[in-house]
């Protein structure tokens, strides 16, 4: 059995949690399973060189300076604490002094120059991973494993040069992989793999963004054929509502990979959007697993699963940080291509829209769009539509969330927006704006943000979330 695990950054933060993912590694090669091992950057680490990019880029040398020597002490420590084998230790340390070095090369660029690139982002950025990386090679090797260190880009992974979000030439990806590890499998070898970072043909390193470590595990997992691929994270895995807002929220044993991918574009925490579709083509489980308990099952996310007789919604979640913005005028009436230039304008602007509605009378189009983006999208409709006839007003309204009620036991069975809407209403709630996808996997609306939690633990009661999933 061959099993591709990738430990989040929320389980690698001290030397602690490095000897427990050590211990869950060897002790899954004890039982003859095949173990590749894929690791994201430090918790924090991430954020820290984005910080670090904006010091240098800004040319603060001495906070550029403290930042670097923060990362290697934060990285050191590890080390120092958890390493006790002094040829180890050694080893590692040289190595991670090599890599703060080229970091420091890095930052010093930007800062001369002044300028900070897509294409230098991502090589900065993809030091939170290699030294992670390398610290949990080192902790393996203690422990007697025989474990071959890679980059992304090394163990195979190729990409486009669409630098910050880089998509996979899956292919290609596949032959390097398979020709780059399945020889160290064979012998009993343990890879151990930097995630979320990859390289074009051209040599130039890439990101697959925020949360890819988990893209990075499937990639490998399809490429090598895995068995099943396991996502070690600090929660026992997928909730059927925040428990944070309901204190019953059951973890989700089994998951279909559709109601999962719509859990992940919907913000569900732990697993990155793209993240499920390699092993979703090659009908690869994915197993999400608590690194702080080992043994709960976890989630288990399937291509096809039994529904349950009953079972209609599998998980309810709130969508915070967006805002609605809504589009109107006469003159939209009966006017092809009227959307299509609303969002064309939008997607020039590097806009995200995550929920559209129209009305069949074509009079208004009402969009919900990340906070971040609301005031550039307002003003970009309002001064590319405004006085042209066309559009009579663009109106918005950051004081709303979303609610979305997921389930693939929905399809096909009547009622259950009767019911979603009853549940809300009874409650007082008002819906502003409503979106349902042909596939009934997925129900959302908005209503207005001091609504949502109460949404939530309504729903959450109605279709019966809190008993076991």
């Known amino acids: 059995m061959l099993v591709v695990m990738k430990f989040g950054g929320s389980v690698l933060r001290g030397t602690e949690d490095f000897k427990r993912a050590s211990f869950i590694i060897e002790k899954t090669f004890s039982e003859g399973k095949k173990v590749v091992v894929v690791a994201s950057a430090l918790k924090g680490v991430t954020d820290k060189l984005i910080t670090l990019s904006n010091h240098a880029l800004k040319r603060n040398s001495n906070l550029k300076n403290k930042l670097i020597q923060e990362l290697e002490t934060q990285h050191t420590e590890i080390t120092e604490r958890g390493l006790t084998k002094k040829e180890i230790r050694e080893e590692i340390n040289n190595k991670l002094k090599t890599l703060i070095n080229d970091l420091q090369k890095v930052a010093s660029g930007i800062y001369f120059l002044g300028e900070l690139t897509p294409r230098s982002k991502d090589y900065l950025m993809s030091f939170g991973e290699r030294m992670s990386t390398l610290l949990l090679h080192g902790f ?3 422990k007697g494993l025989k474990t071959k260190l890679f980059t992304g880009w090394e163990a195979g992974i190729i990409t486009d040069s669409n630098f910050g979000e880089a998509n996979p030439l899956i292919n290609l990806t596949k032959y390097n992989v398979k020709r780059n590890l399945q020889p160290l499998l064979e012998k009993g070898e343990i890879p151990v793999v930097a995630g979320f970072i990859a390289a074009t043909q051209e040599g130039e390193i890439t990101t697959l963004g925020r949360g890819g470590s988990d893209f990075t595990a499937t990639l490998l997992g399809c490429s090598l054929e895995a068995d099943e691929i396991w996502l070690w994270t600090d929660v026992n895995g997928l909730m059927t509502a925040d428990p944070a807002i309901v204190p019953s929220a059951k973890t989700i044993r089994e998951i279909s990979f559709l109601e999962a991918t719509e859990m992940a574009v919907l913000g569900a925490k732990k697993m990155h959007p793209k993240a499920l579709e390699p092993a979703l083509k090659a009908n690869i489980p994915v197993r999400i697993k608590n690194a702080f308990k080992p043994e709960e099952p976890g989630t288990l996310i399937l291509k096809k699963r039994k529904i349950r007789r009953g079972e209609i919604v599998k998980a309810v979640t709130l969508i915070r940080n967006v805002g609605l913005i809504n589009v109107k005028g006469p003159g939209m009436i009966g006017k092809p291509g009227t959307a299509a230039k609303i969002f064309n304008s939008l997607g020039r602007n590097k806009i995200n829209i995550l929920m559209i509605s129209q009305s069949v009378s074509e009079l208004n189009i009402s969009m919900v769009i990340p906070e971040k983006d609301f005031e550039k999208a307002l003003s970009t409709l309002q001064l590319n539509f405004l006085g042209e006839g066309l559009i009579q007003d663009v109106a918005g309204d950051k004081n709303i969330c979303v609610v979305a009620v997921v389930g693939e036991g929905m399809k096909g069975t009547p009622g259950v927006a ?40 309504a729903l959450h009661e109605e279709f019966s979330l809190g008993k076991i999933q």
């Open 140 to 142: 393996l090797k203690e």
């Open 418 to 457: 009767a019911r979603v809407f009853k549940a809300v209403a009874q409650k007082g709630i008002n819906v502003i704006m409503i979106a349902q996808g042909s596939s009934e996997l997925n129900i959302s609306f908005v209503i207005e943000e001091k609504m949502g939690e109460k949404a939530v633990k």
